[in-house]
């Protein structure tokens, strides 16, 4: 059973993140943690991003102590979520989310999989969007002519709003093509659909 550790100043914040799960929670009033003194295996760690940089690299520590970190930020920005990311964080959100959205980010994280808020998602398809165009097209043959028009403009970077206008269809509509692509193209997230399309061998 995952043990939380909630390390987190903001009392509205400690309130929220409480009510999230059922699990058993611990807070941290310290990112002073020496090595063994907590099972990383059995710990996840939710932590609001400090603003000192000593405490900062304390976060940095944990994590390469093999502690699964969710981190939350009180101004979460796309590149702040990807310089993160590099460092080896499961999760990335608004301090103040509501306990449902914390509660999906926790169950995310625990199924093996990253947490990521819509912004950051943007901004890395974005970034692996502009490196490459696919080496082949032979994915198209799985999915209907929609389908493909949507993922042409996922690979251009564009979010669900963006595709709507572009298709003249509801977000609900580009909702649903995104469903049918990450299942047709066997895909995690949105992500991982571009990686996916970009690299896909004939």
């Known amino acids: 059973m995952t043990q939380l550790l909630l390390f987190v100043q903001d009392p509205h914040a400690l309130k929220s993140w409480s009510k999230a799960t059922e699990f058993t929670k611990r807070v941290l009033y310290t990112l002073d943690v020496q090595p063994g003194e907590l099972d990383t295996q059995a710990s996840l760690l939710l932590i609001q991003l400090p603003s000192d940089?000593?405490?900062?690299?304390?976060?940095?520590?944990?994590?390469?102590m093999g502690f699964e970190v969710i981190l939350f930020s009180n101004t979460p920005s796309a590149t702040e979520g990807v310089q993160w990311f590099q460092k080896g964080i499961k999760g990335y959100m608004?301090?103040?989310?509501?306990?449902?959205?914390?509660?999906?980010?926790?169950?995310?994280?625990?199924?093996?999989?990253?947490?990521?808020?819509?912004?950051?998602?943007?901004?890395?398809?974005?970034?692996?969007?502009?490196?490459?165009?696919?080496?082949?097209?032979?994915?198209?043959?799985?999915?209907?002519?929609?389908?493909?028009e949507a993922m042409e403009w996922v690979l251009l970077g564009k979010n669900n709003q963006e595709i709507a206008e572009a298709m003249h269809i509801s977000e609900r509509t580009v909702k649903a093509h995104m469903h049918n692509l990450l299942e047709k193209l066997e895909a995690k997230d949105r992500l991982n659909l571009v990686i996916k399309v970009q690299n896909w061998s004939a």
């Open 53 to 64: 940089a000593m405490e900062q690299a304390k976060v940095e520590k944990l994590i390469q």
């Open 94 to 148: 608004n301090t103040f989310a509501q306990a449902e959205r914390i509660a999906q980010a926790i169950e995310t994280v625990q199924t093996g999989n990253i947490w990521l808020g819509q912004s950051v998602m943007q901004s890395l398809v974005q970034a692996v969007s502009k490196r490459a165009t696919p080496k082949s097209t032979a994915w198209k043959s799985r999915l209907s002519e929609r389908e493909i």
